[in-house]
């Protein structure tokens, strides 16, 4: 064996070796307590799988997944509409060298805490807030409409969030998107809408994509936004896990509650994989 | 050139910065270790992290008091199932829970003559529950009622002297709930003409409807900042399971805010403080203990920055106006009127905890 062979293999292992490592131990472990408890029984007993089965046949906790598809979806959905236009103008239509100050003022809220920014949308929804000051002062309303703990503000808080995020998927797409594209298309005939929806809109789709599935995964299994704007006037699946450890601490329930929940950001990743791969030059 | 080849593979100097790592890793928690065996650990509620509650004993033993807050007796096992025995000190808990921490053995029996326990309001040293085995595992230090508190300028006092307003129509929307299932399923008993001692599985669907009734009425269904908030800003006008834990910290910004105890009457909440089994500081914890029962500990965290409670102790050293605030003179009649907080079987307590979850899920 020729000792420099060696030393060449040994190499990419030892420089991937902590990335390994971090997985095995924050997540395969961590994933593998989790699938074993949630087999257990709360009481102590041994192997059972009643903790997955009341999820099924509990409508209550099917609620919960249902009220987390949801509202994903509503907030996916309309985060995409709204970043889509934002990133376009951000990409075409600021002058270049306003586009680092236009982006990091577009991404400014991100620099409060979560929770901060959560509870200051309660104060801009509720009864004497904001919009309804100014939806009774205009004389829109003669009395106060029902905006904080609702589905509603759960949406708004995870969208103002969100468009942040997509904004910066697809604009990092539109900008890697050489104009040659735009120009063949006009010369071959084509009009800026058209041009939109057969090549600019085709090609970014995958910077949509990744943002979508950003935006699937982090609001999915978010705890904090529907817990401070939804009033607990509906549980979403984050919800229904912390409330099986708050007082009984039944840890084997959450485990299978949380099982579940990653199943469905599989199969949500499975779906649109295509557009996450990596490419290679 | 052997030596040079194992010096230059990646692996081995891998290994031998691992190996580094961990010497100084071990260093570390040692050093950490032997700093905590000084100190008090304490696991607690938010009103024990007040500076002014905790300054005063630091201050008088020299330590330091190291605390971590936790809501939920079962996030608190958790906590504890987590670390290393020895690690924690002591424990606040809700009274109730205090022989779910003795069956798990982690609880130190208390040593009675130590401890004032005959200056504690009667009705709340809780013996069926901090009294395991002839052996006594926790002390009440503070109480208060799951009742009704609300704005007095925006509705009738009067209409507060009863459950039934919180399922009429007159306040509707005006209504915020408590989220904890406990003691909320205890006031919906008592609407219904329940002890919330004898609480069984048969009452359970008509505990439900009554809570239905509520949620139809209320606004939201927020923990203690949400609801706290929601009554303090006009959000709503009542809030269900609230009291003088939610009124009387508030009373000086909004003097407005009050609560009542029903005729049906409320449920009466306790918590109490337990010492670790594993503790390597018994003689420290016994102290804090002594500290926090004092009249002067009882006062200070009667009227914590977190949340303001009844001191358990009738000899808490409170001003006159925190006592008005507390409604201290009040307290026996409050006392009698009131009713045990549900204290479920782990069995009754699931279920109760599912009857919870269909009311936030029902529309």
């Known amino acids: ?281 | 050139m052997s030596i040079n080849m194992k010096t230059m593979n990646p692996l081995s100097v891998l290994k031998s910065h691992l190996r580094a790592a961990c010497a100084a890793t071990a260093l570390l928690l040692a050093t950490g270790s032997l700093v905590q065996a000084a100190d008090l650990n304490a696991l607690i509620w938010c009103d024990h992290a007040d500076p002014a509650l905790l300054q005063p004993f630091e201050e008088a033993n020299g330590v330091k008091v190291n605390v971590k807050e936790f809501e939920g007796t079962g996030a608190g096992m958790a906590i504890v199932e987590q670390s290393q025995p020895g690690d924690w000190d002591v424990m606040v808990i809700d009274s109730i829970d205090i022989p779910r921490g003795v069956e798990k053995g982690l609880f130190e029996p208390l040593p009675e003559d130590k401890l004032p326990l005959a200056d504690l309001f009667p009705q709340v040293k809780m013996d069926s529950s901090t009294v395991v085995d002839g052996k006594r595992y926790g002390i009440t230090e503070k109480f208060g009622y799951n009742t009704i508190g609300y704005n007095k300028t925006k509705v009738d006092p009067a209409d507060m002297q009863s459950l039934a307003a919180l399922t009429g129509d007159k306040y509707k929307g005006k209504i915020a709930i408590y989220d904890y299932y406990l003691p909320v399923i205890g006031m919906a008993a008592l609407a219904i003409g329940k002890k919330t001692a004898e609480l069984t599985e048969a009452d359970l669907p008509a505990i439900k409807d009554e809570l239905l009734k509520m949620k139809a009425n209320a606004k939201l269904v927020g923990e203690v900042t949400a609801s706290q908030t929601a009554l303090a800003t006009g959000e709503v006008d009542i809030l269900v399971g609230g009291g003088e834990w939610v009124t009387a910290g508030l009373a000086k910004e909004n003097p407005a805010l009050d609560f009542s105890i029903p005729k049906e009457g409320a449920v009466l909440w306790s918590q109490s403080l337990a010492m670790f089994k594993d503790s390597e500081n018994k003689d420290l914890a016994l102290k804090f203990i002594q500290y926090i029962m004092s009249p002067e500990g009882q006062a200070r965290l009667a009227t914590s920055s977190c949340y303001w409670g009844m001191p358990a102790n009738t000899k808490a050293a409170l001003s006159d106006e925190q006592k008005k605030i507390l409604r201290f003179d009040e307290q026996p009649d409050f006392l009698a009127r009131a009713q045990s907080y549900p204290a479920p079987n782990a069995d009754l307590d699931k279920k109760m905890q599912d009857v919870w979850t269909e009311m936030l899920q029902a529309q």
């Open chain 1, 1 to 281: 064996m020729n000792p420099a062979t060696n030393s060449g293999r040994a190499l990419p292992w030892a420089l991937v070796t902590p990335a390994l490592g971090w997985t095995l131990l924050f997540f395969v472990l961590p994933f593998l307590a989790m699938g074993f408890s949630s087999l257990t029984a709360h009481d102590g007993g041994g192997f059972t799988l009643s903790n997955y089965s009341q999820f099924f046949t509990n409508p209550a906790y099917w609620q919960a997944m249902v009220n987390s598809l949801q509202v994903t979806a509503i907030v996916t959905l309309v985060s995409v509409l709204l970043a889509y236009p934002f990133a376009w103008i951000l990409a075409e239509q600021v002058p270049e060298r306003w586009q680092r100050l236009a982006l990091m003022l577009a991404v400014l809220p991100f620099w409060t805490s979560y929770v901060v920014r959560s509870y200051s949308w309660l104060l801009v929804l509720a009864q004497n807030g904001v919009i309804n000051r100014a939806l009774t002062d205009s004389g829109l309303f003669t009395e106060p409409v029902q905006l904080a703990n609702t589905r509603l503000a759960t949406i708004t808080g995870f969208v103002h969030f969100f468009v942040m995020l997509l904004t910066l998927t697809i604009f990092a797409n539109l900008k890697q998107l050489s104009p040659s594209y735009r120009k063949a298309a006009a010369d071959l005939g084509a009009g800026p809408v058209r041009t939109f929806l057969h090549v600019v809109l085709p090609l970014t789709l995958p910077g949509i994509m990744v943002g979508a599935f950003l935006t699937f995964v982090l609001c999915i299994g978010d705890y904090i936004t529907p817990q401070i704007l939804g009033g607990n006037n509906e549980l979403l699946m984050p919800q229904l896990v912390m409330m099986q450890i708050g007082r009984r601490g039944d840890f084997p329930l959450a485990s299978a509650l949380s099982i579940i929940l990653m199943a469905i950001v599989t199969i949500a990743y499975l779906s649109c994989a295509r557009w996450l791969k990596i490419e290679r030059a």
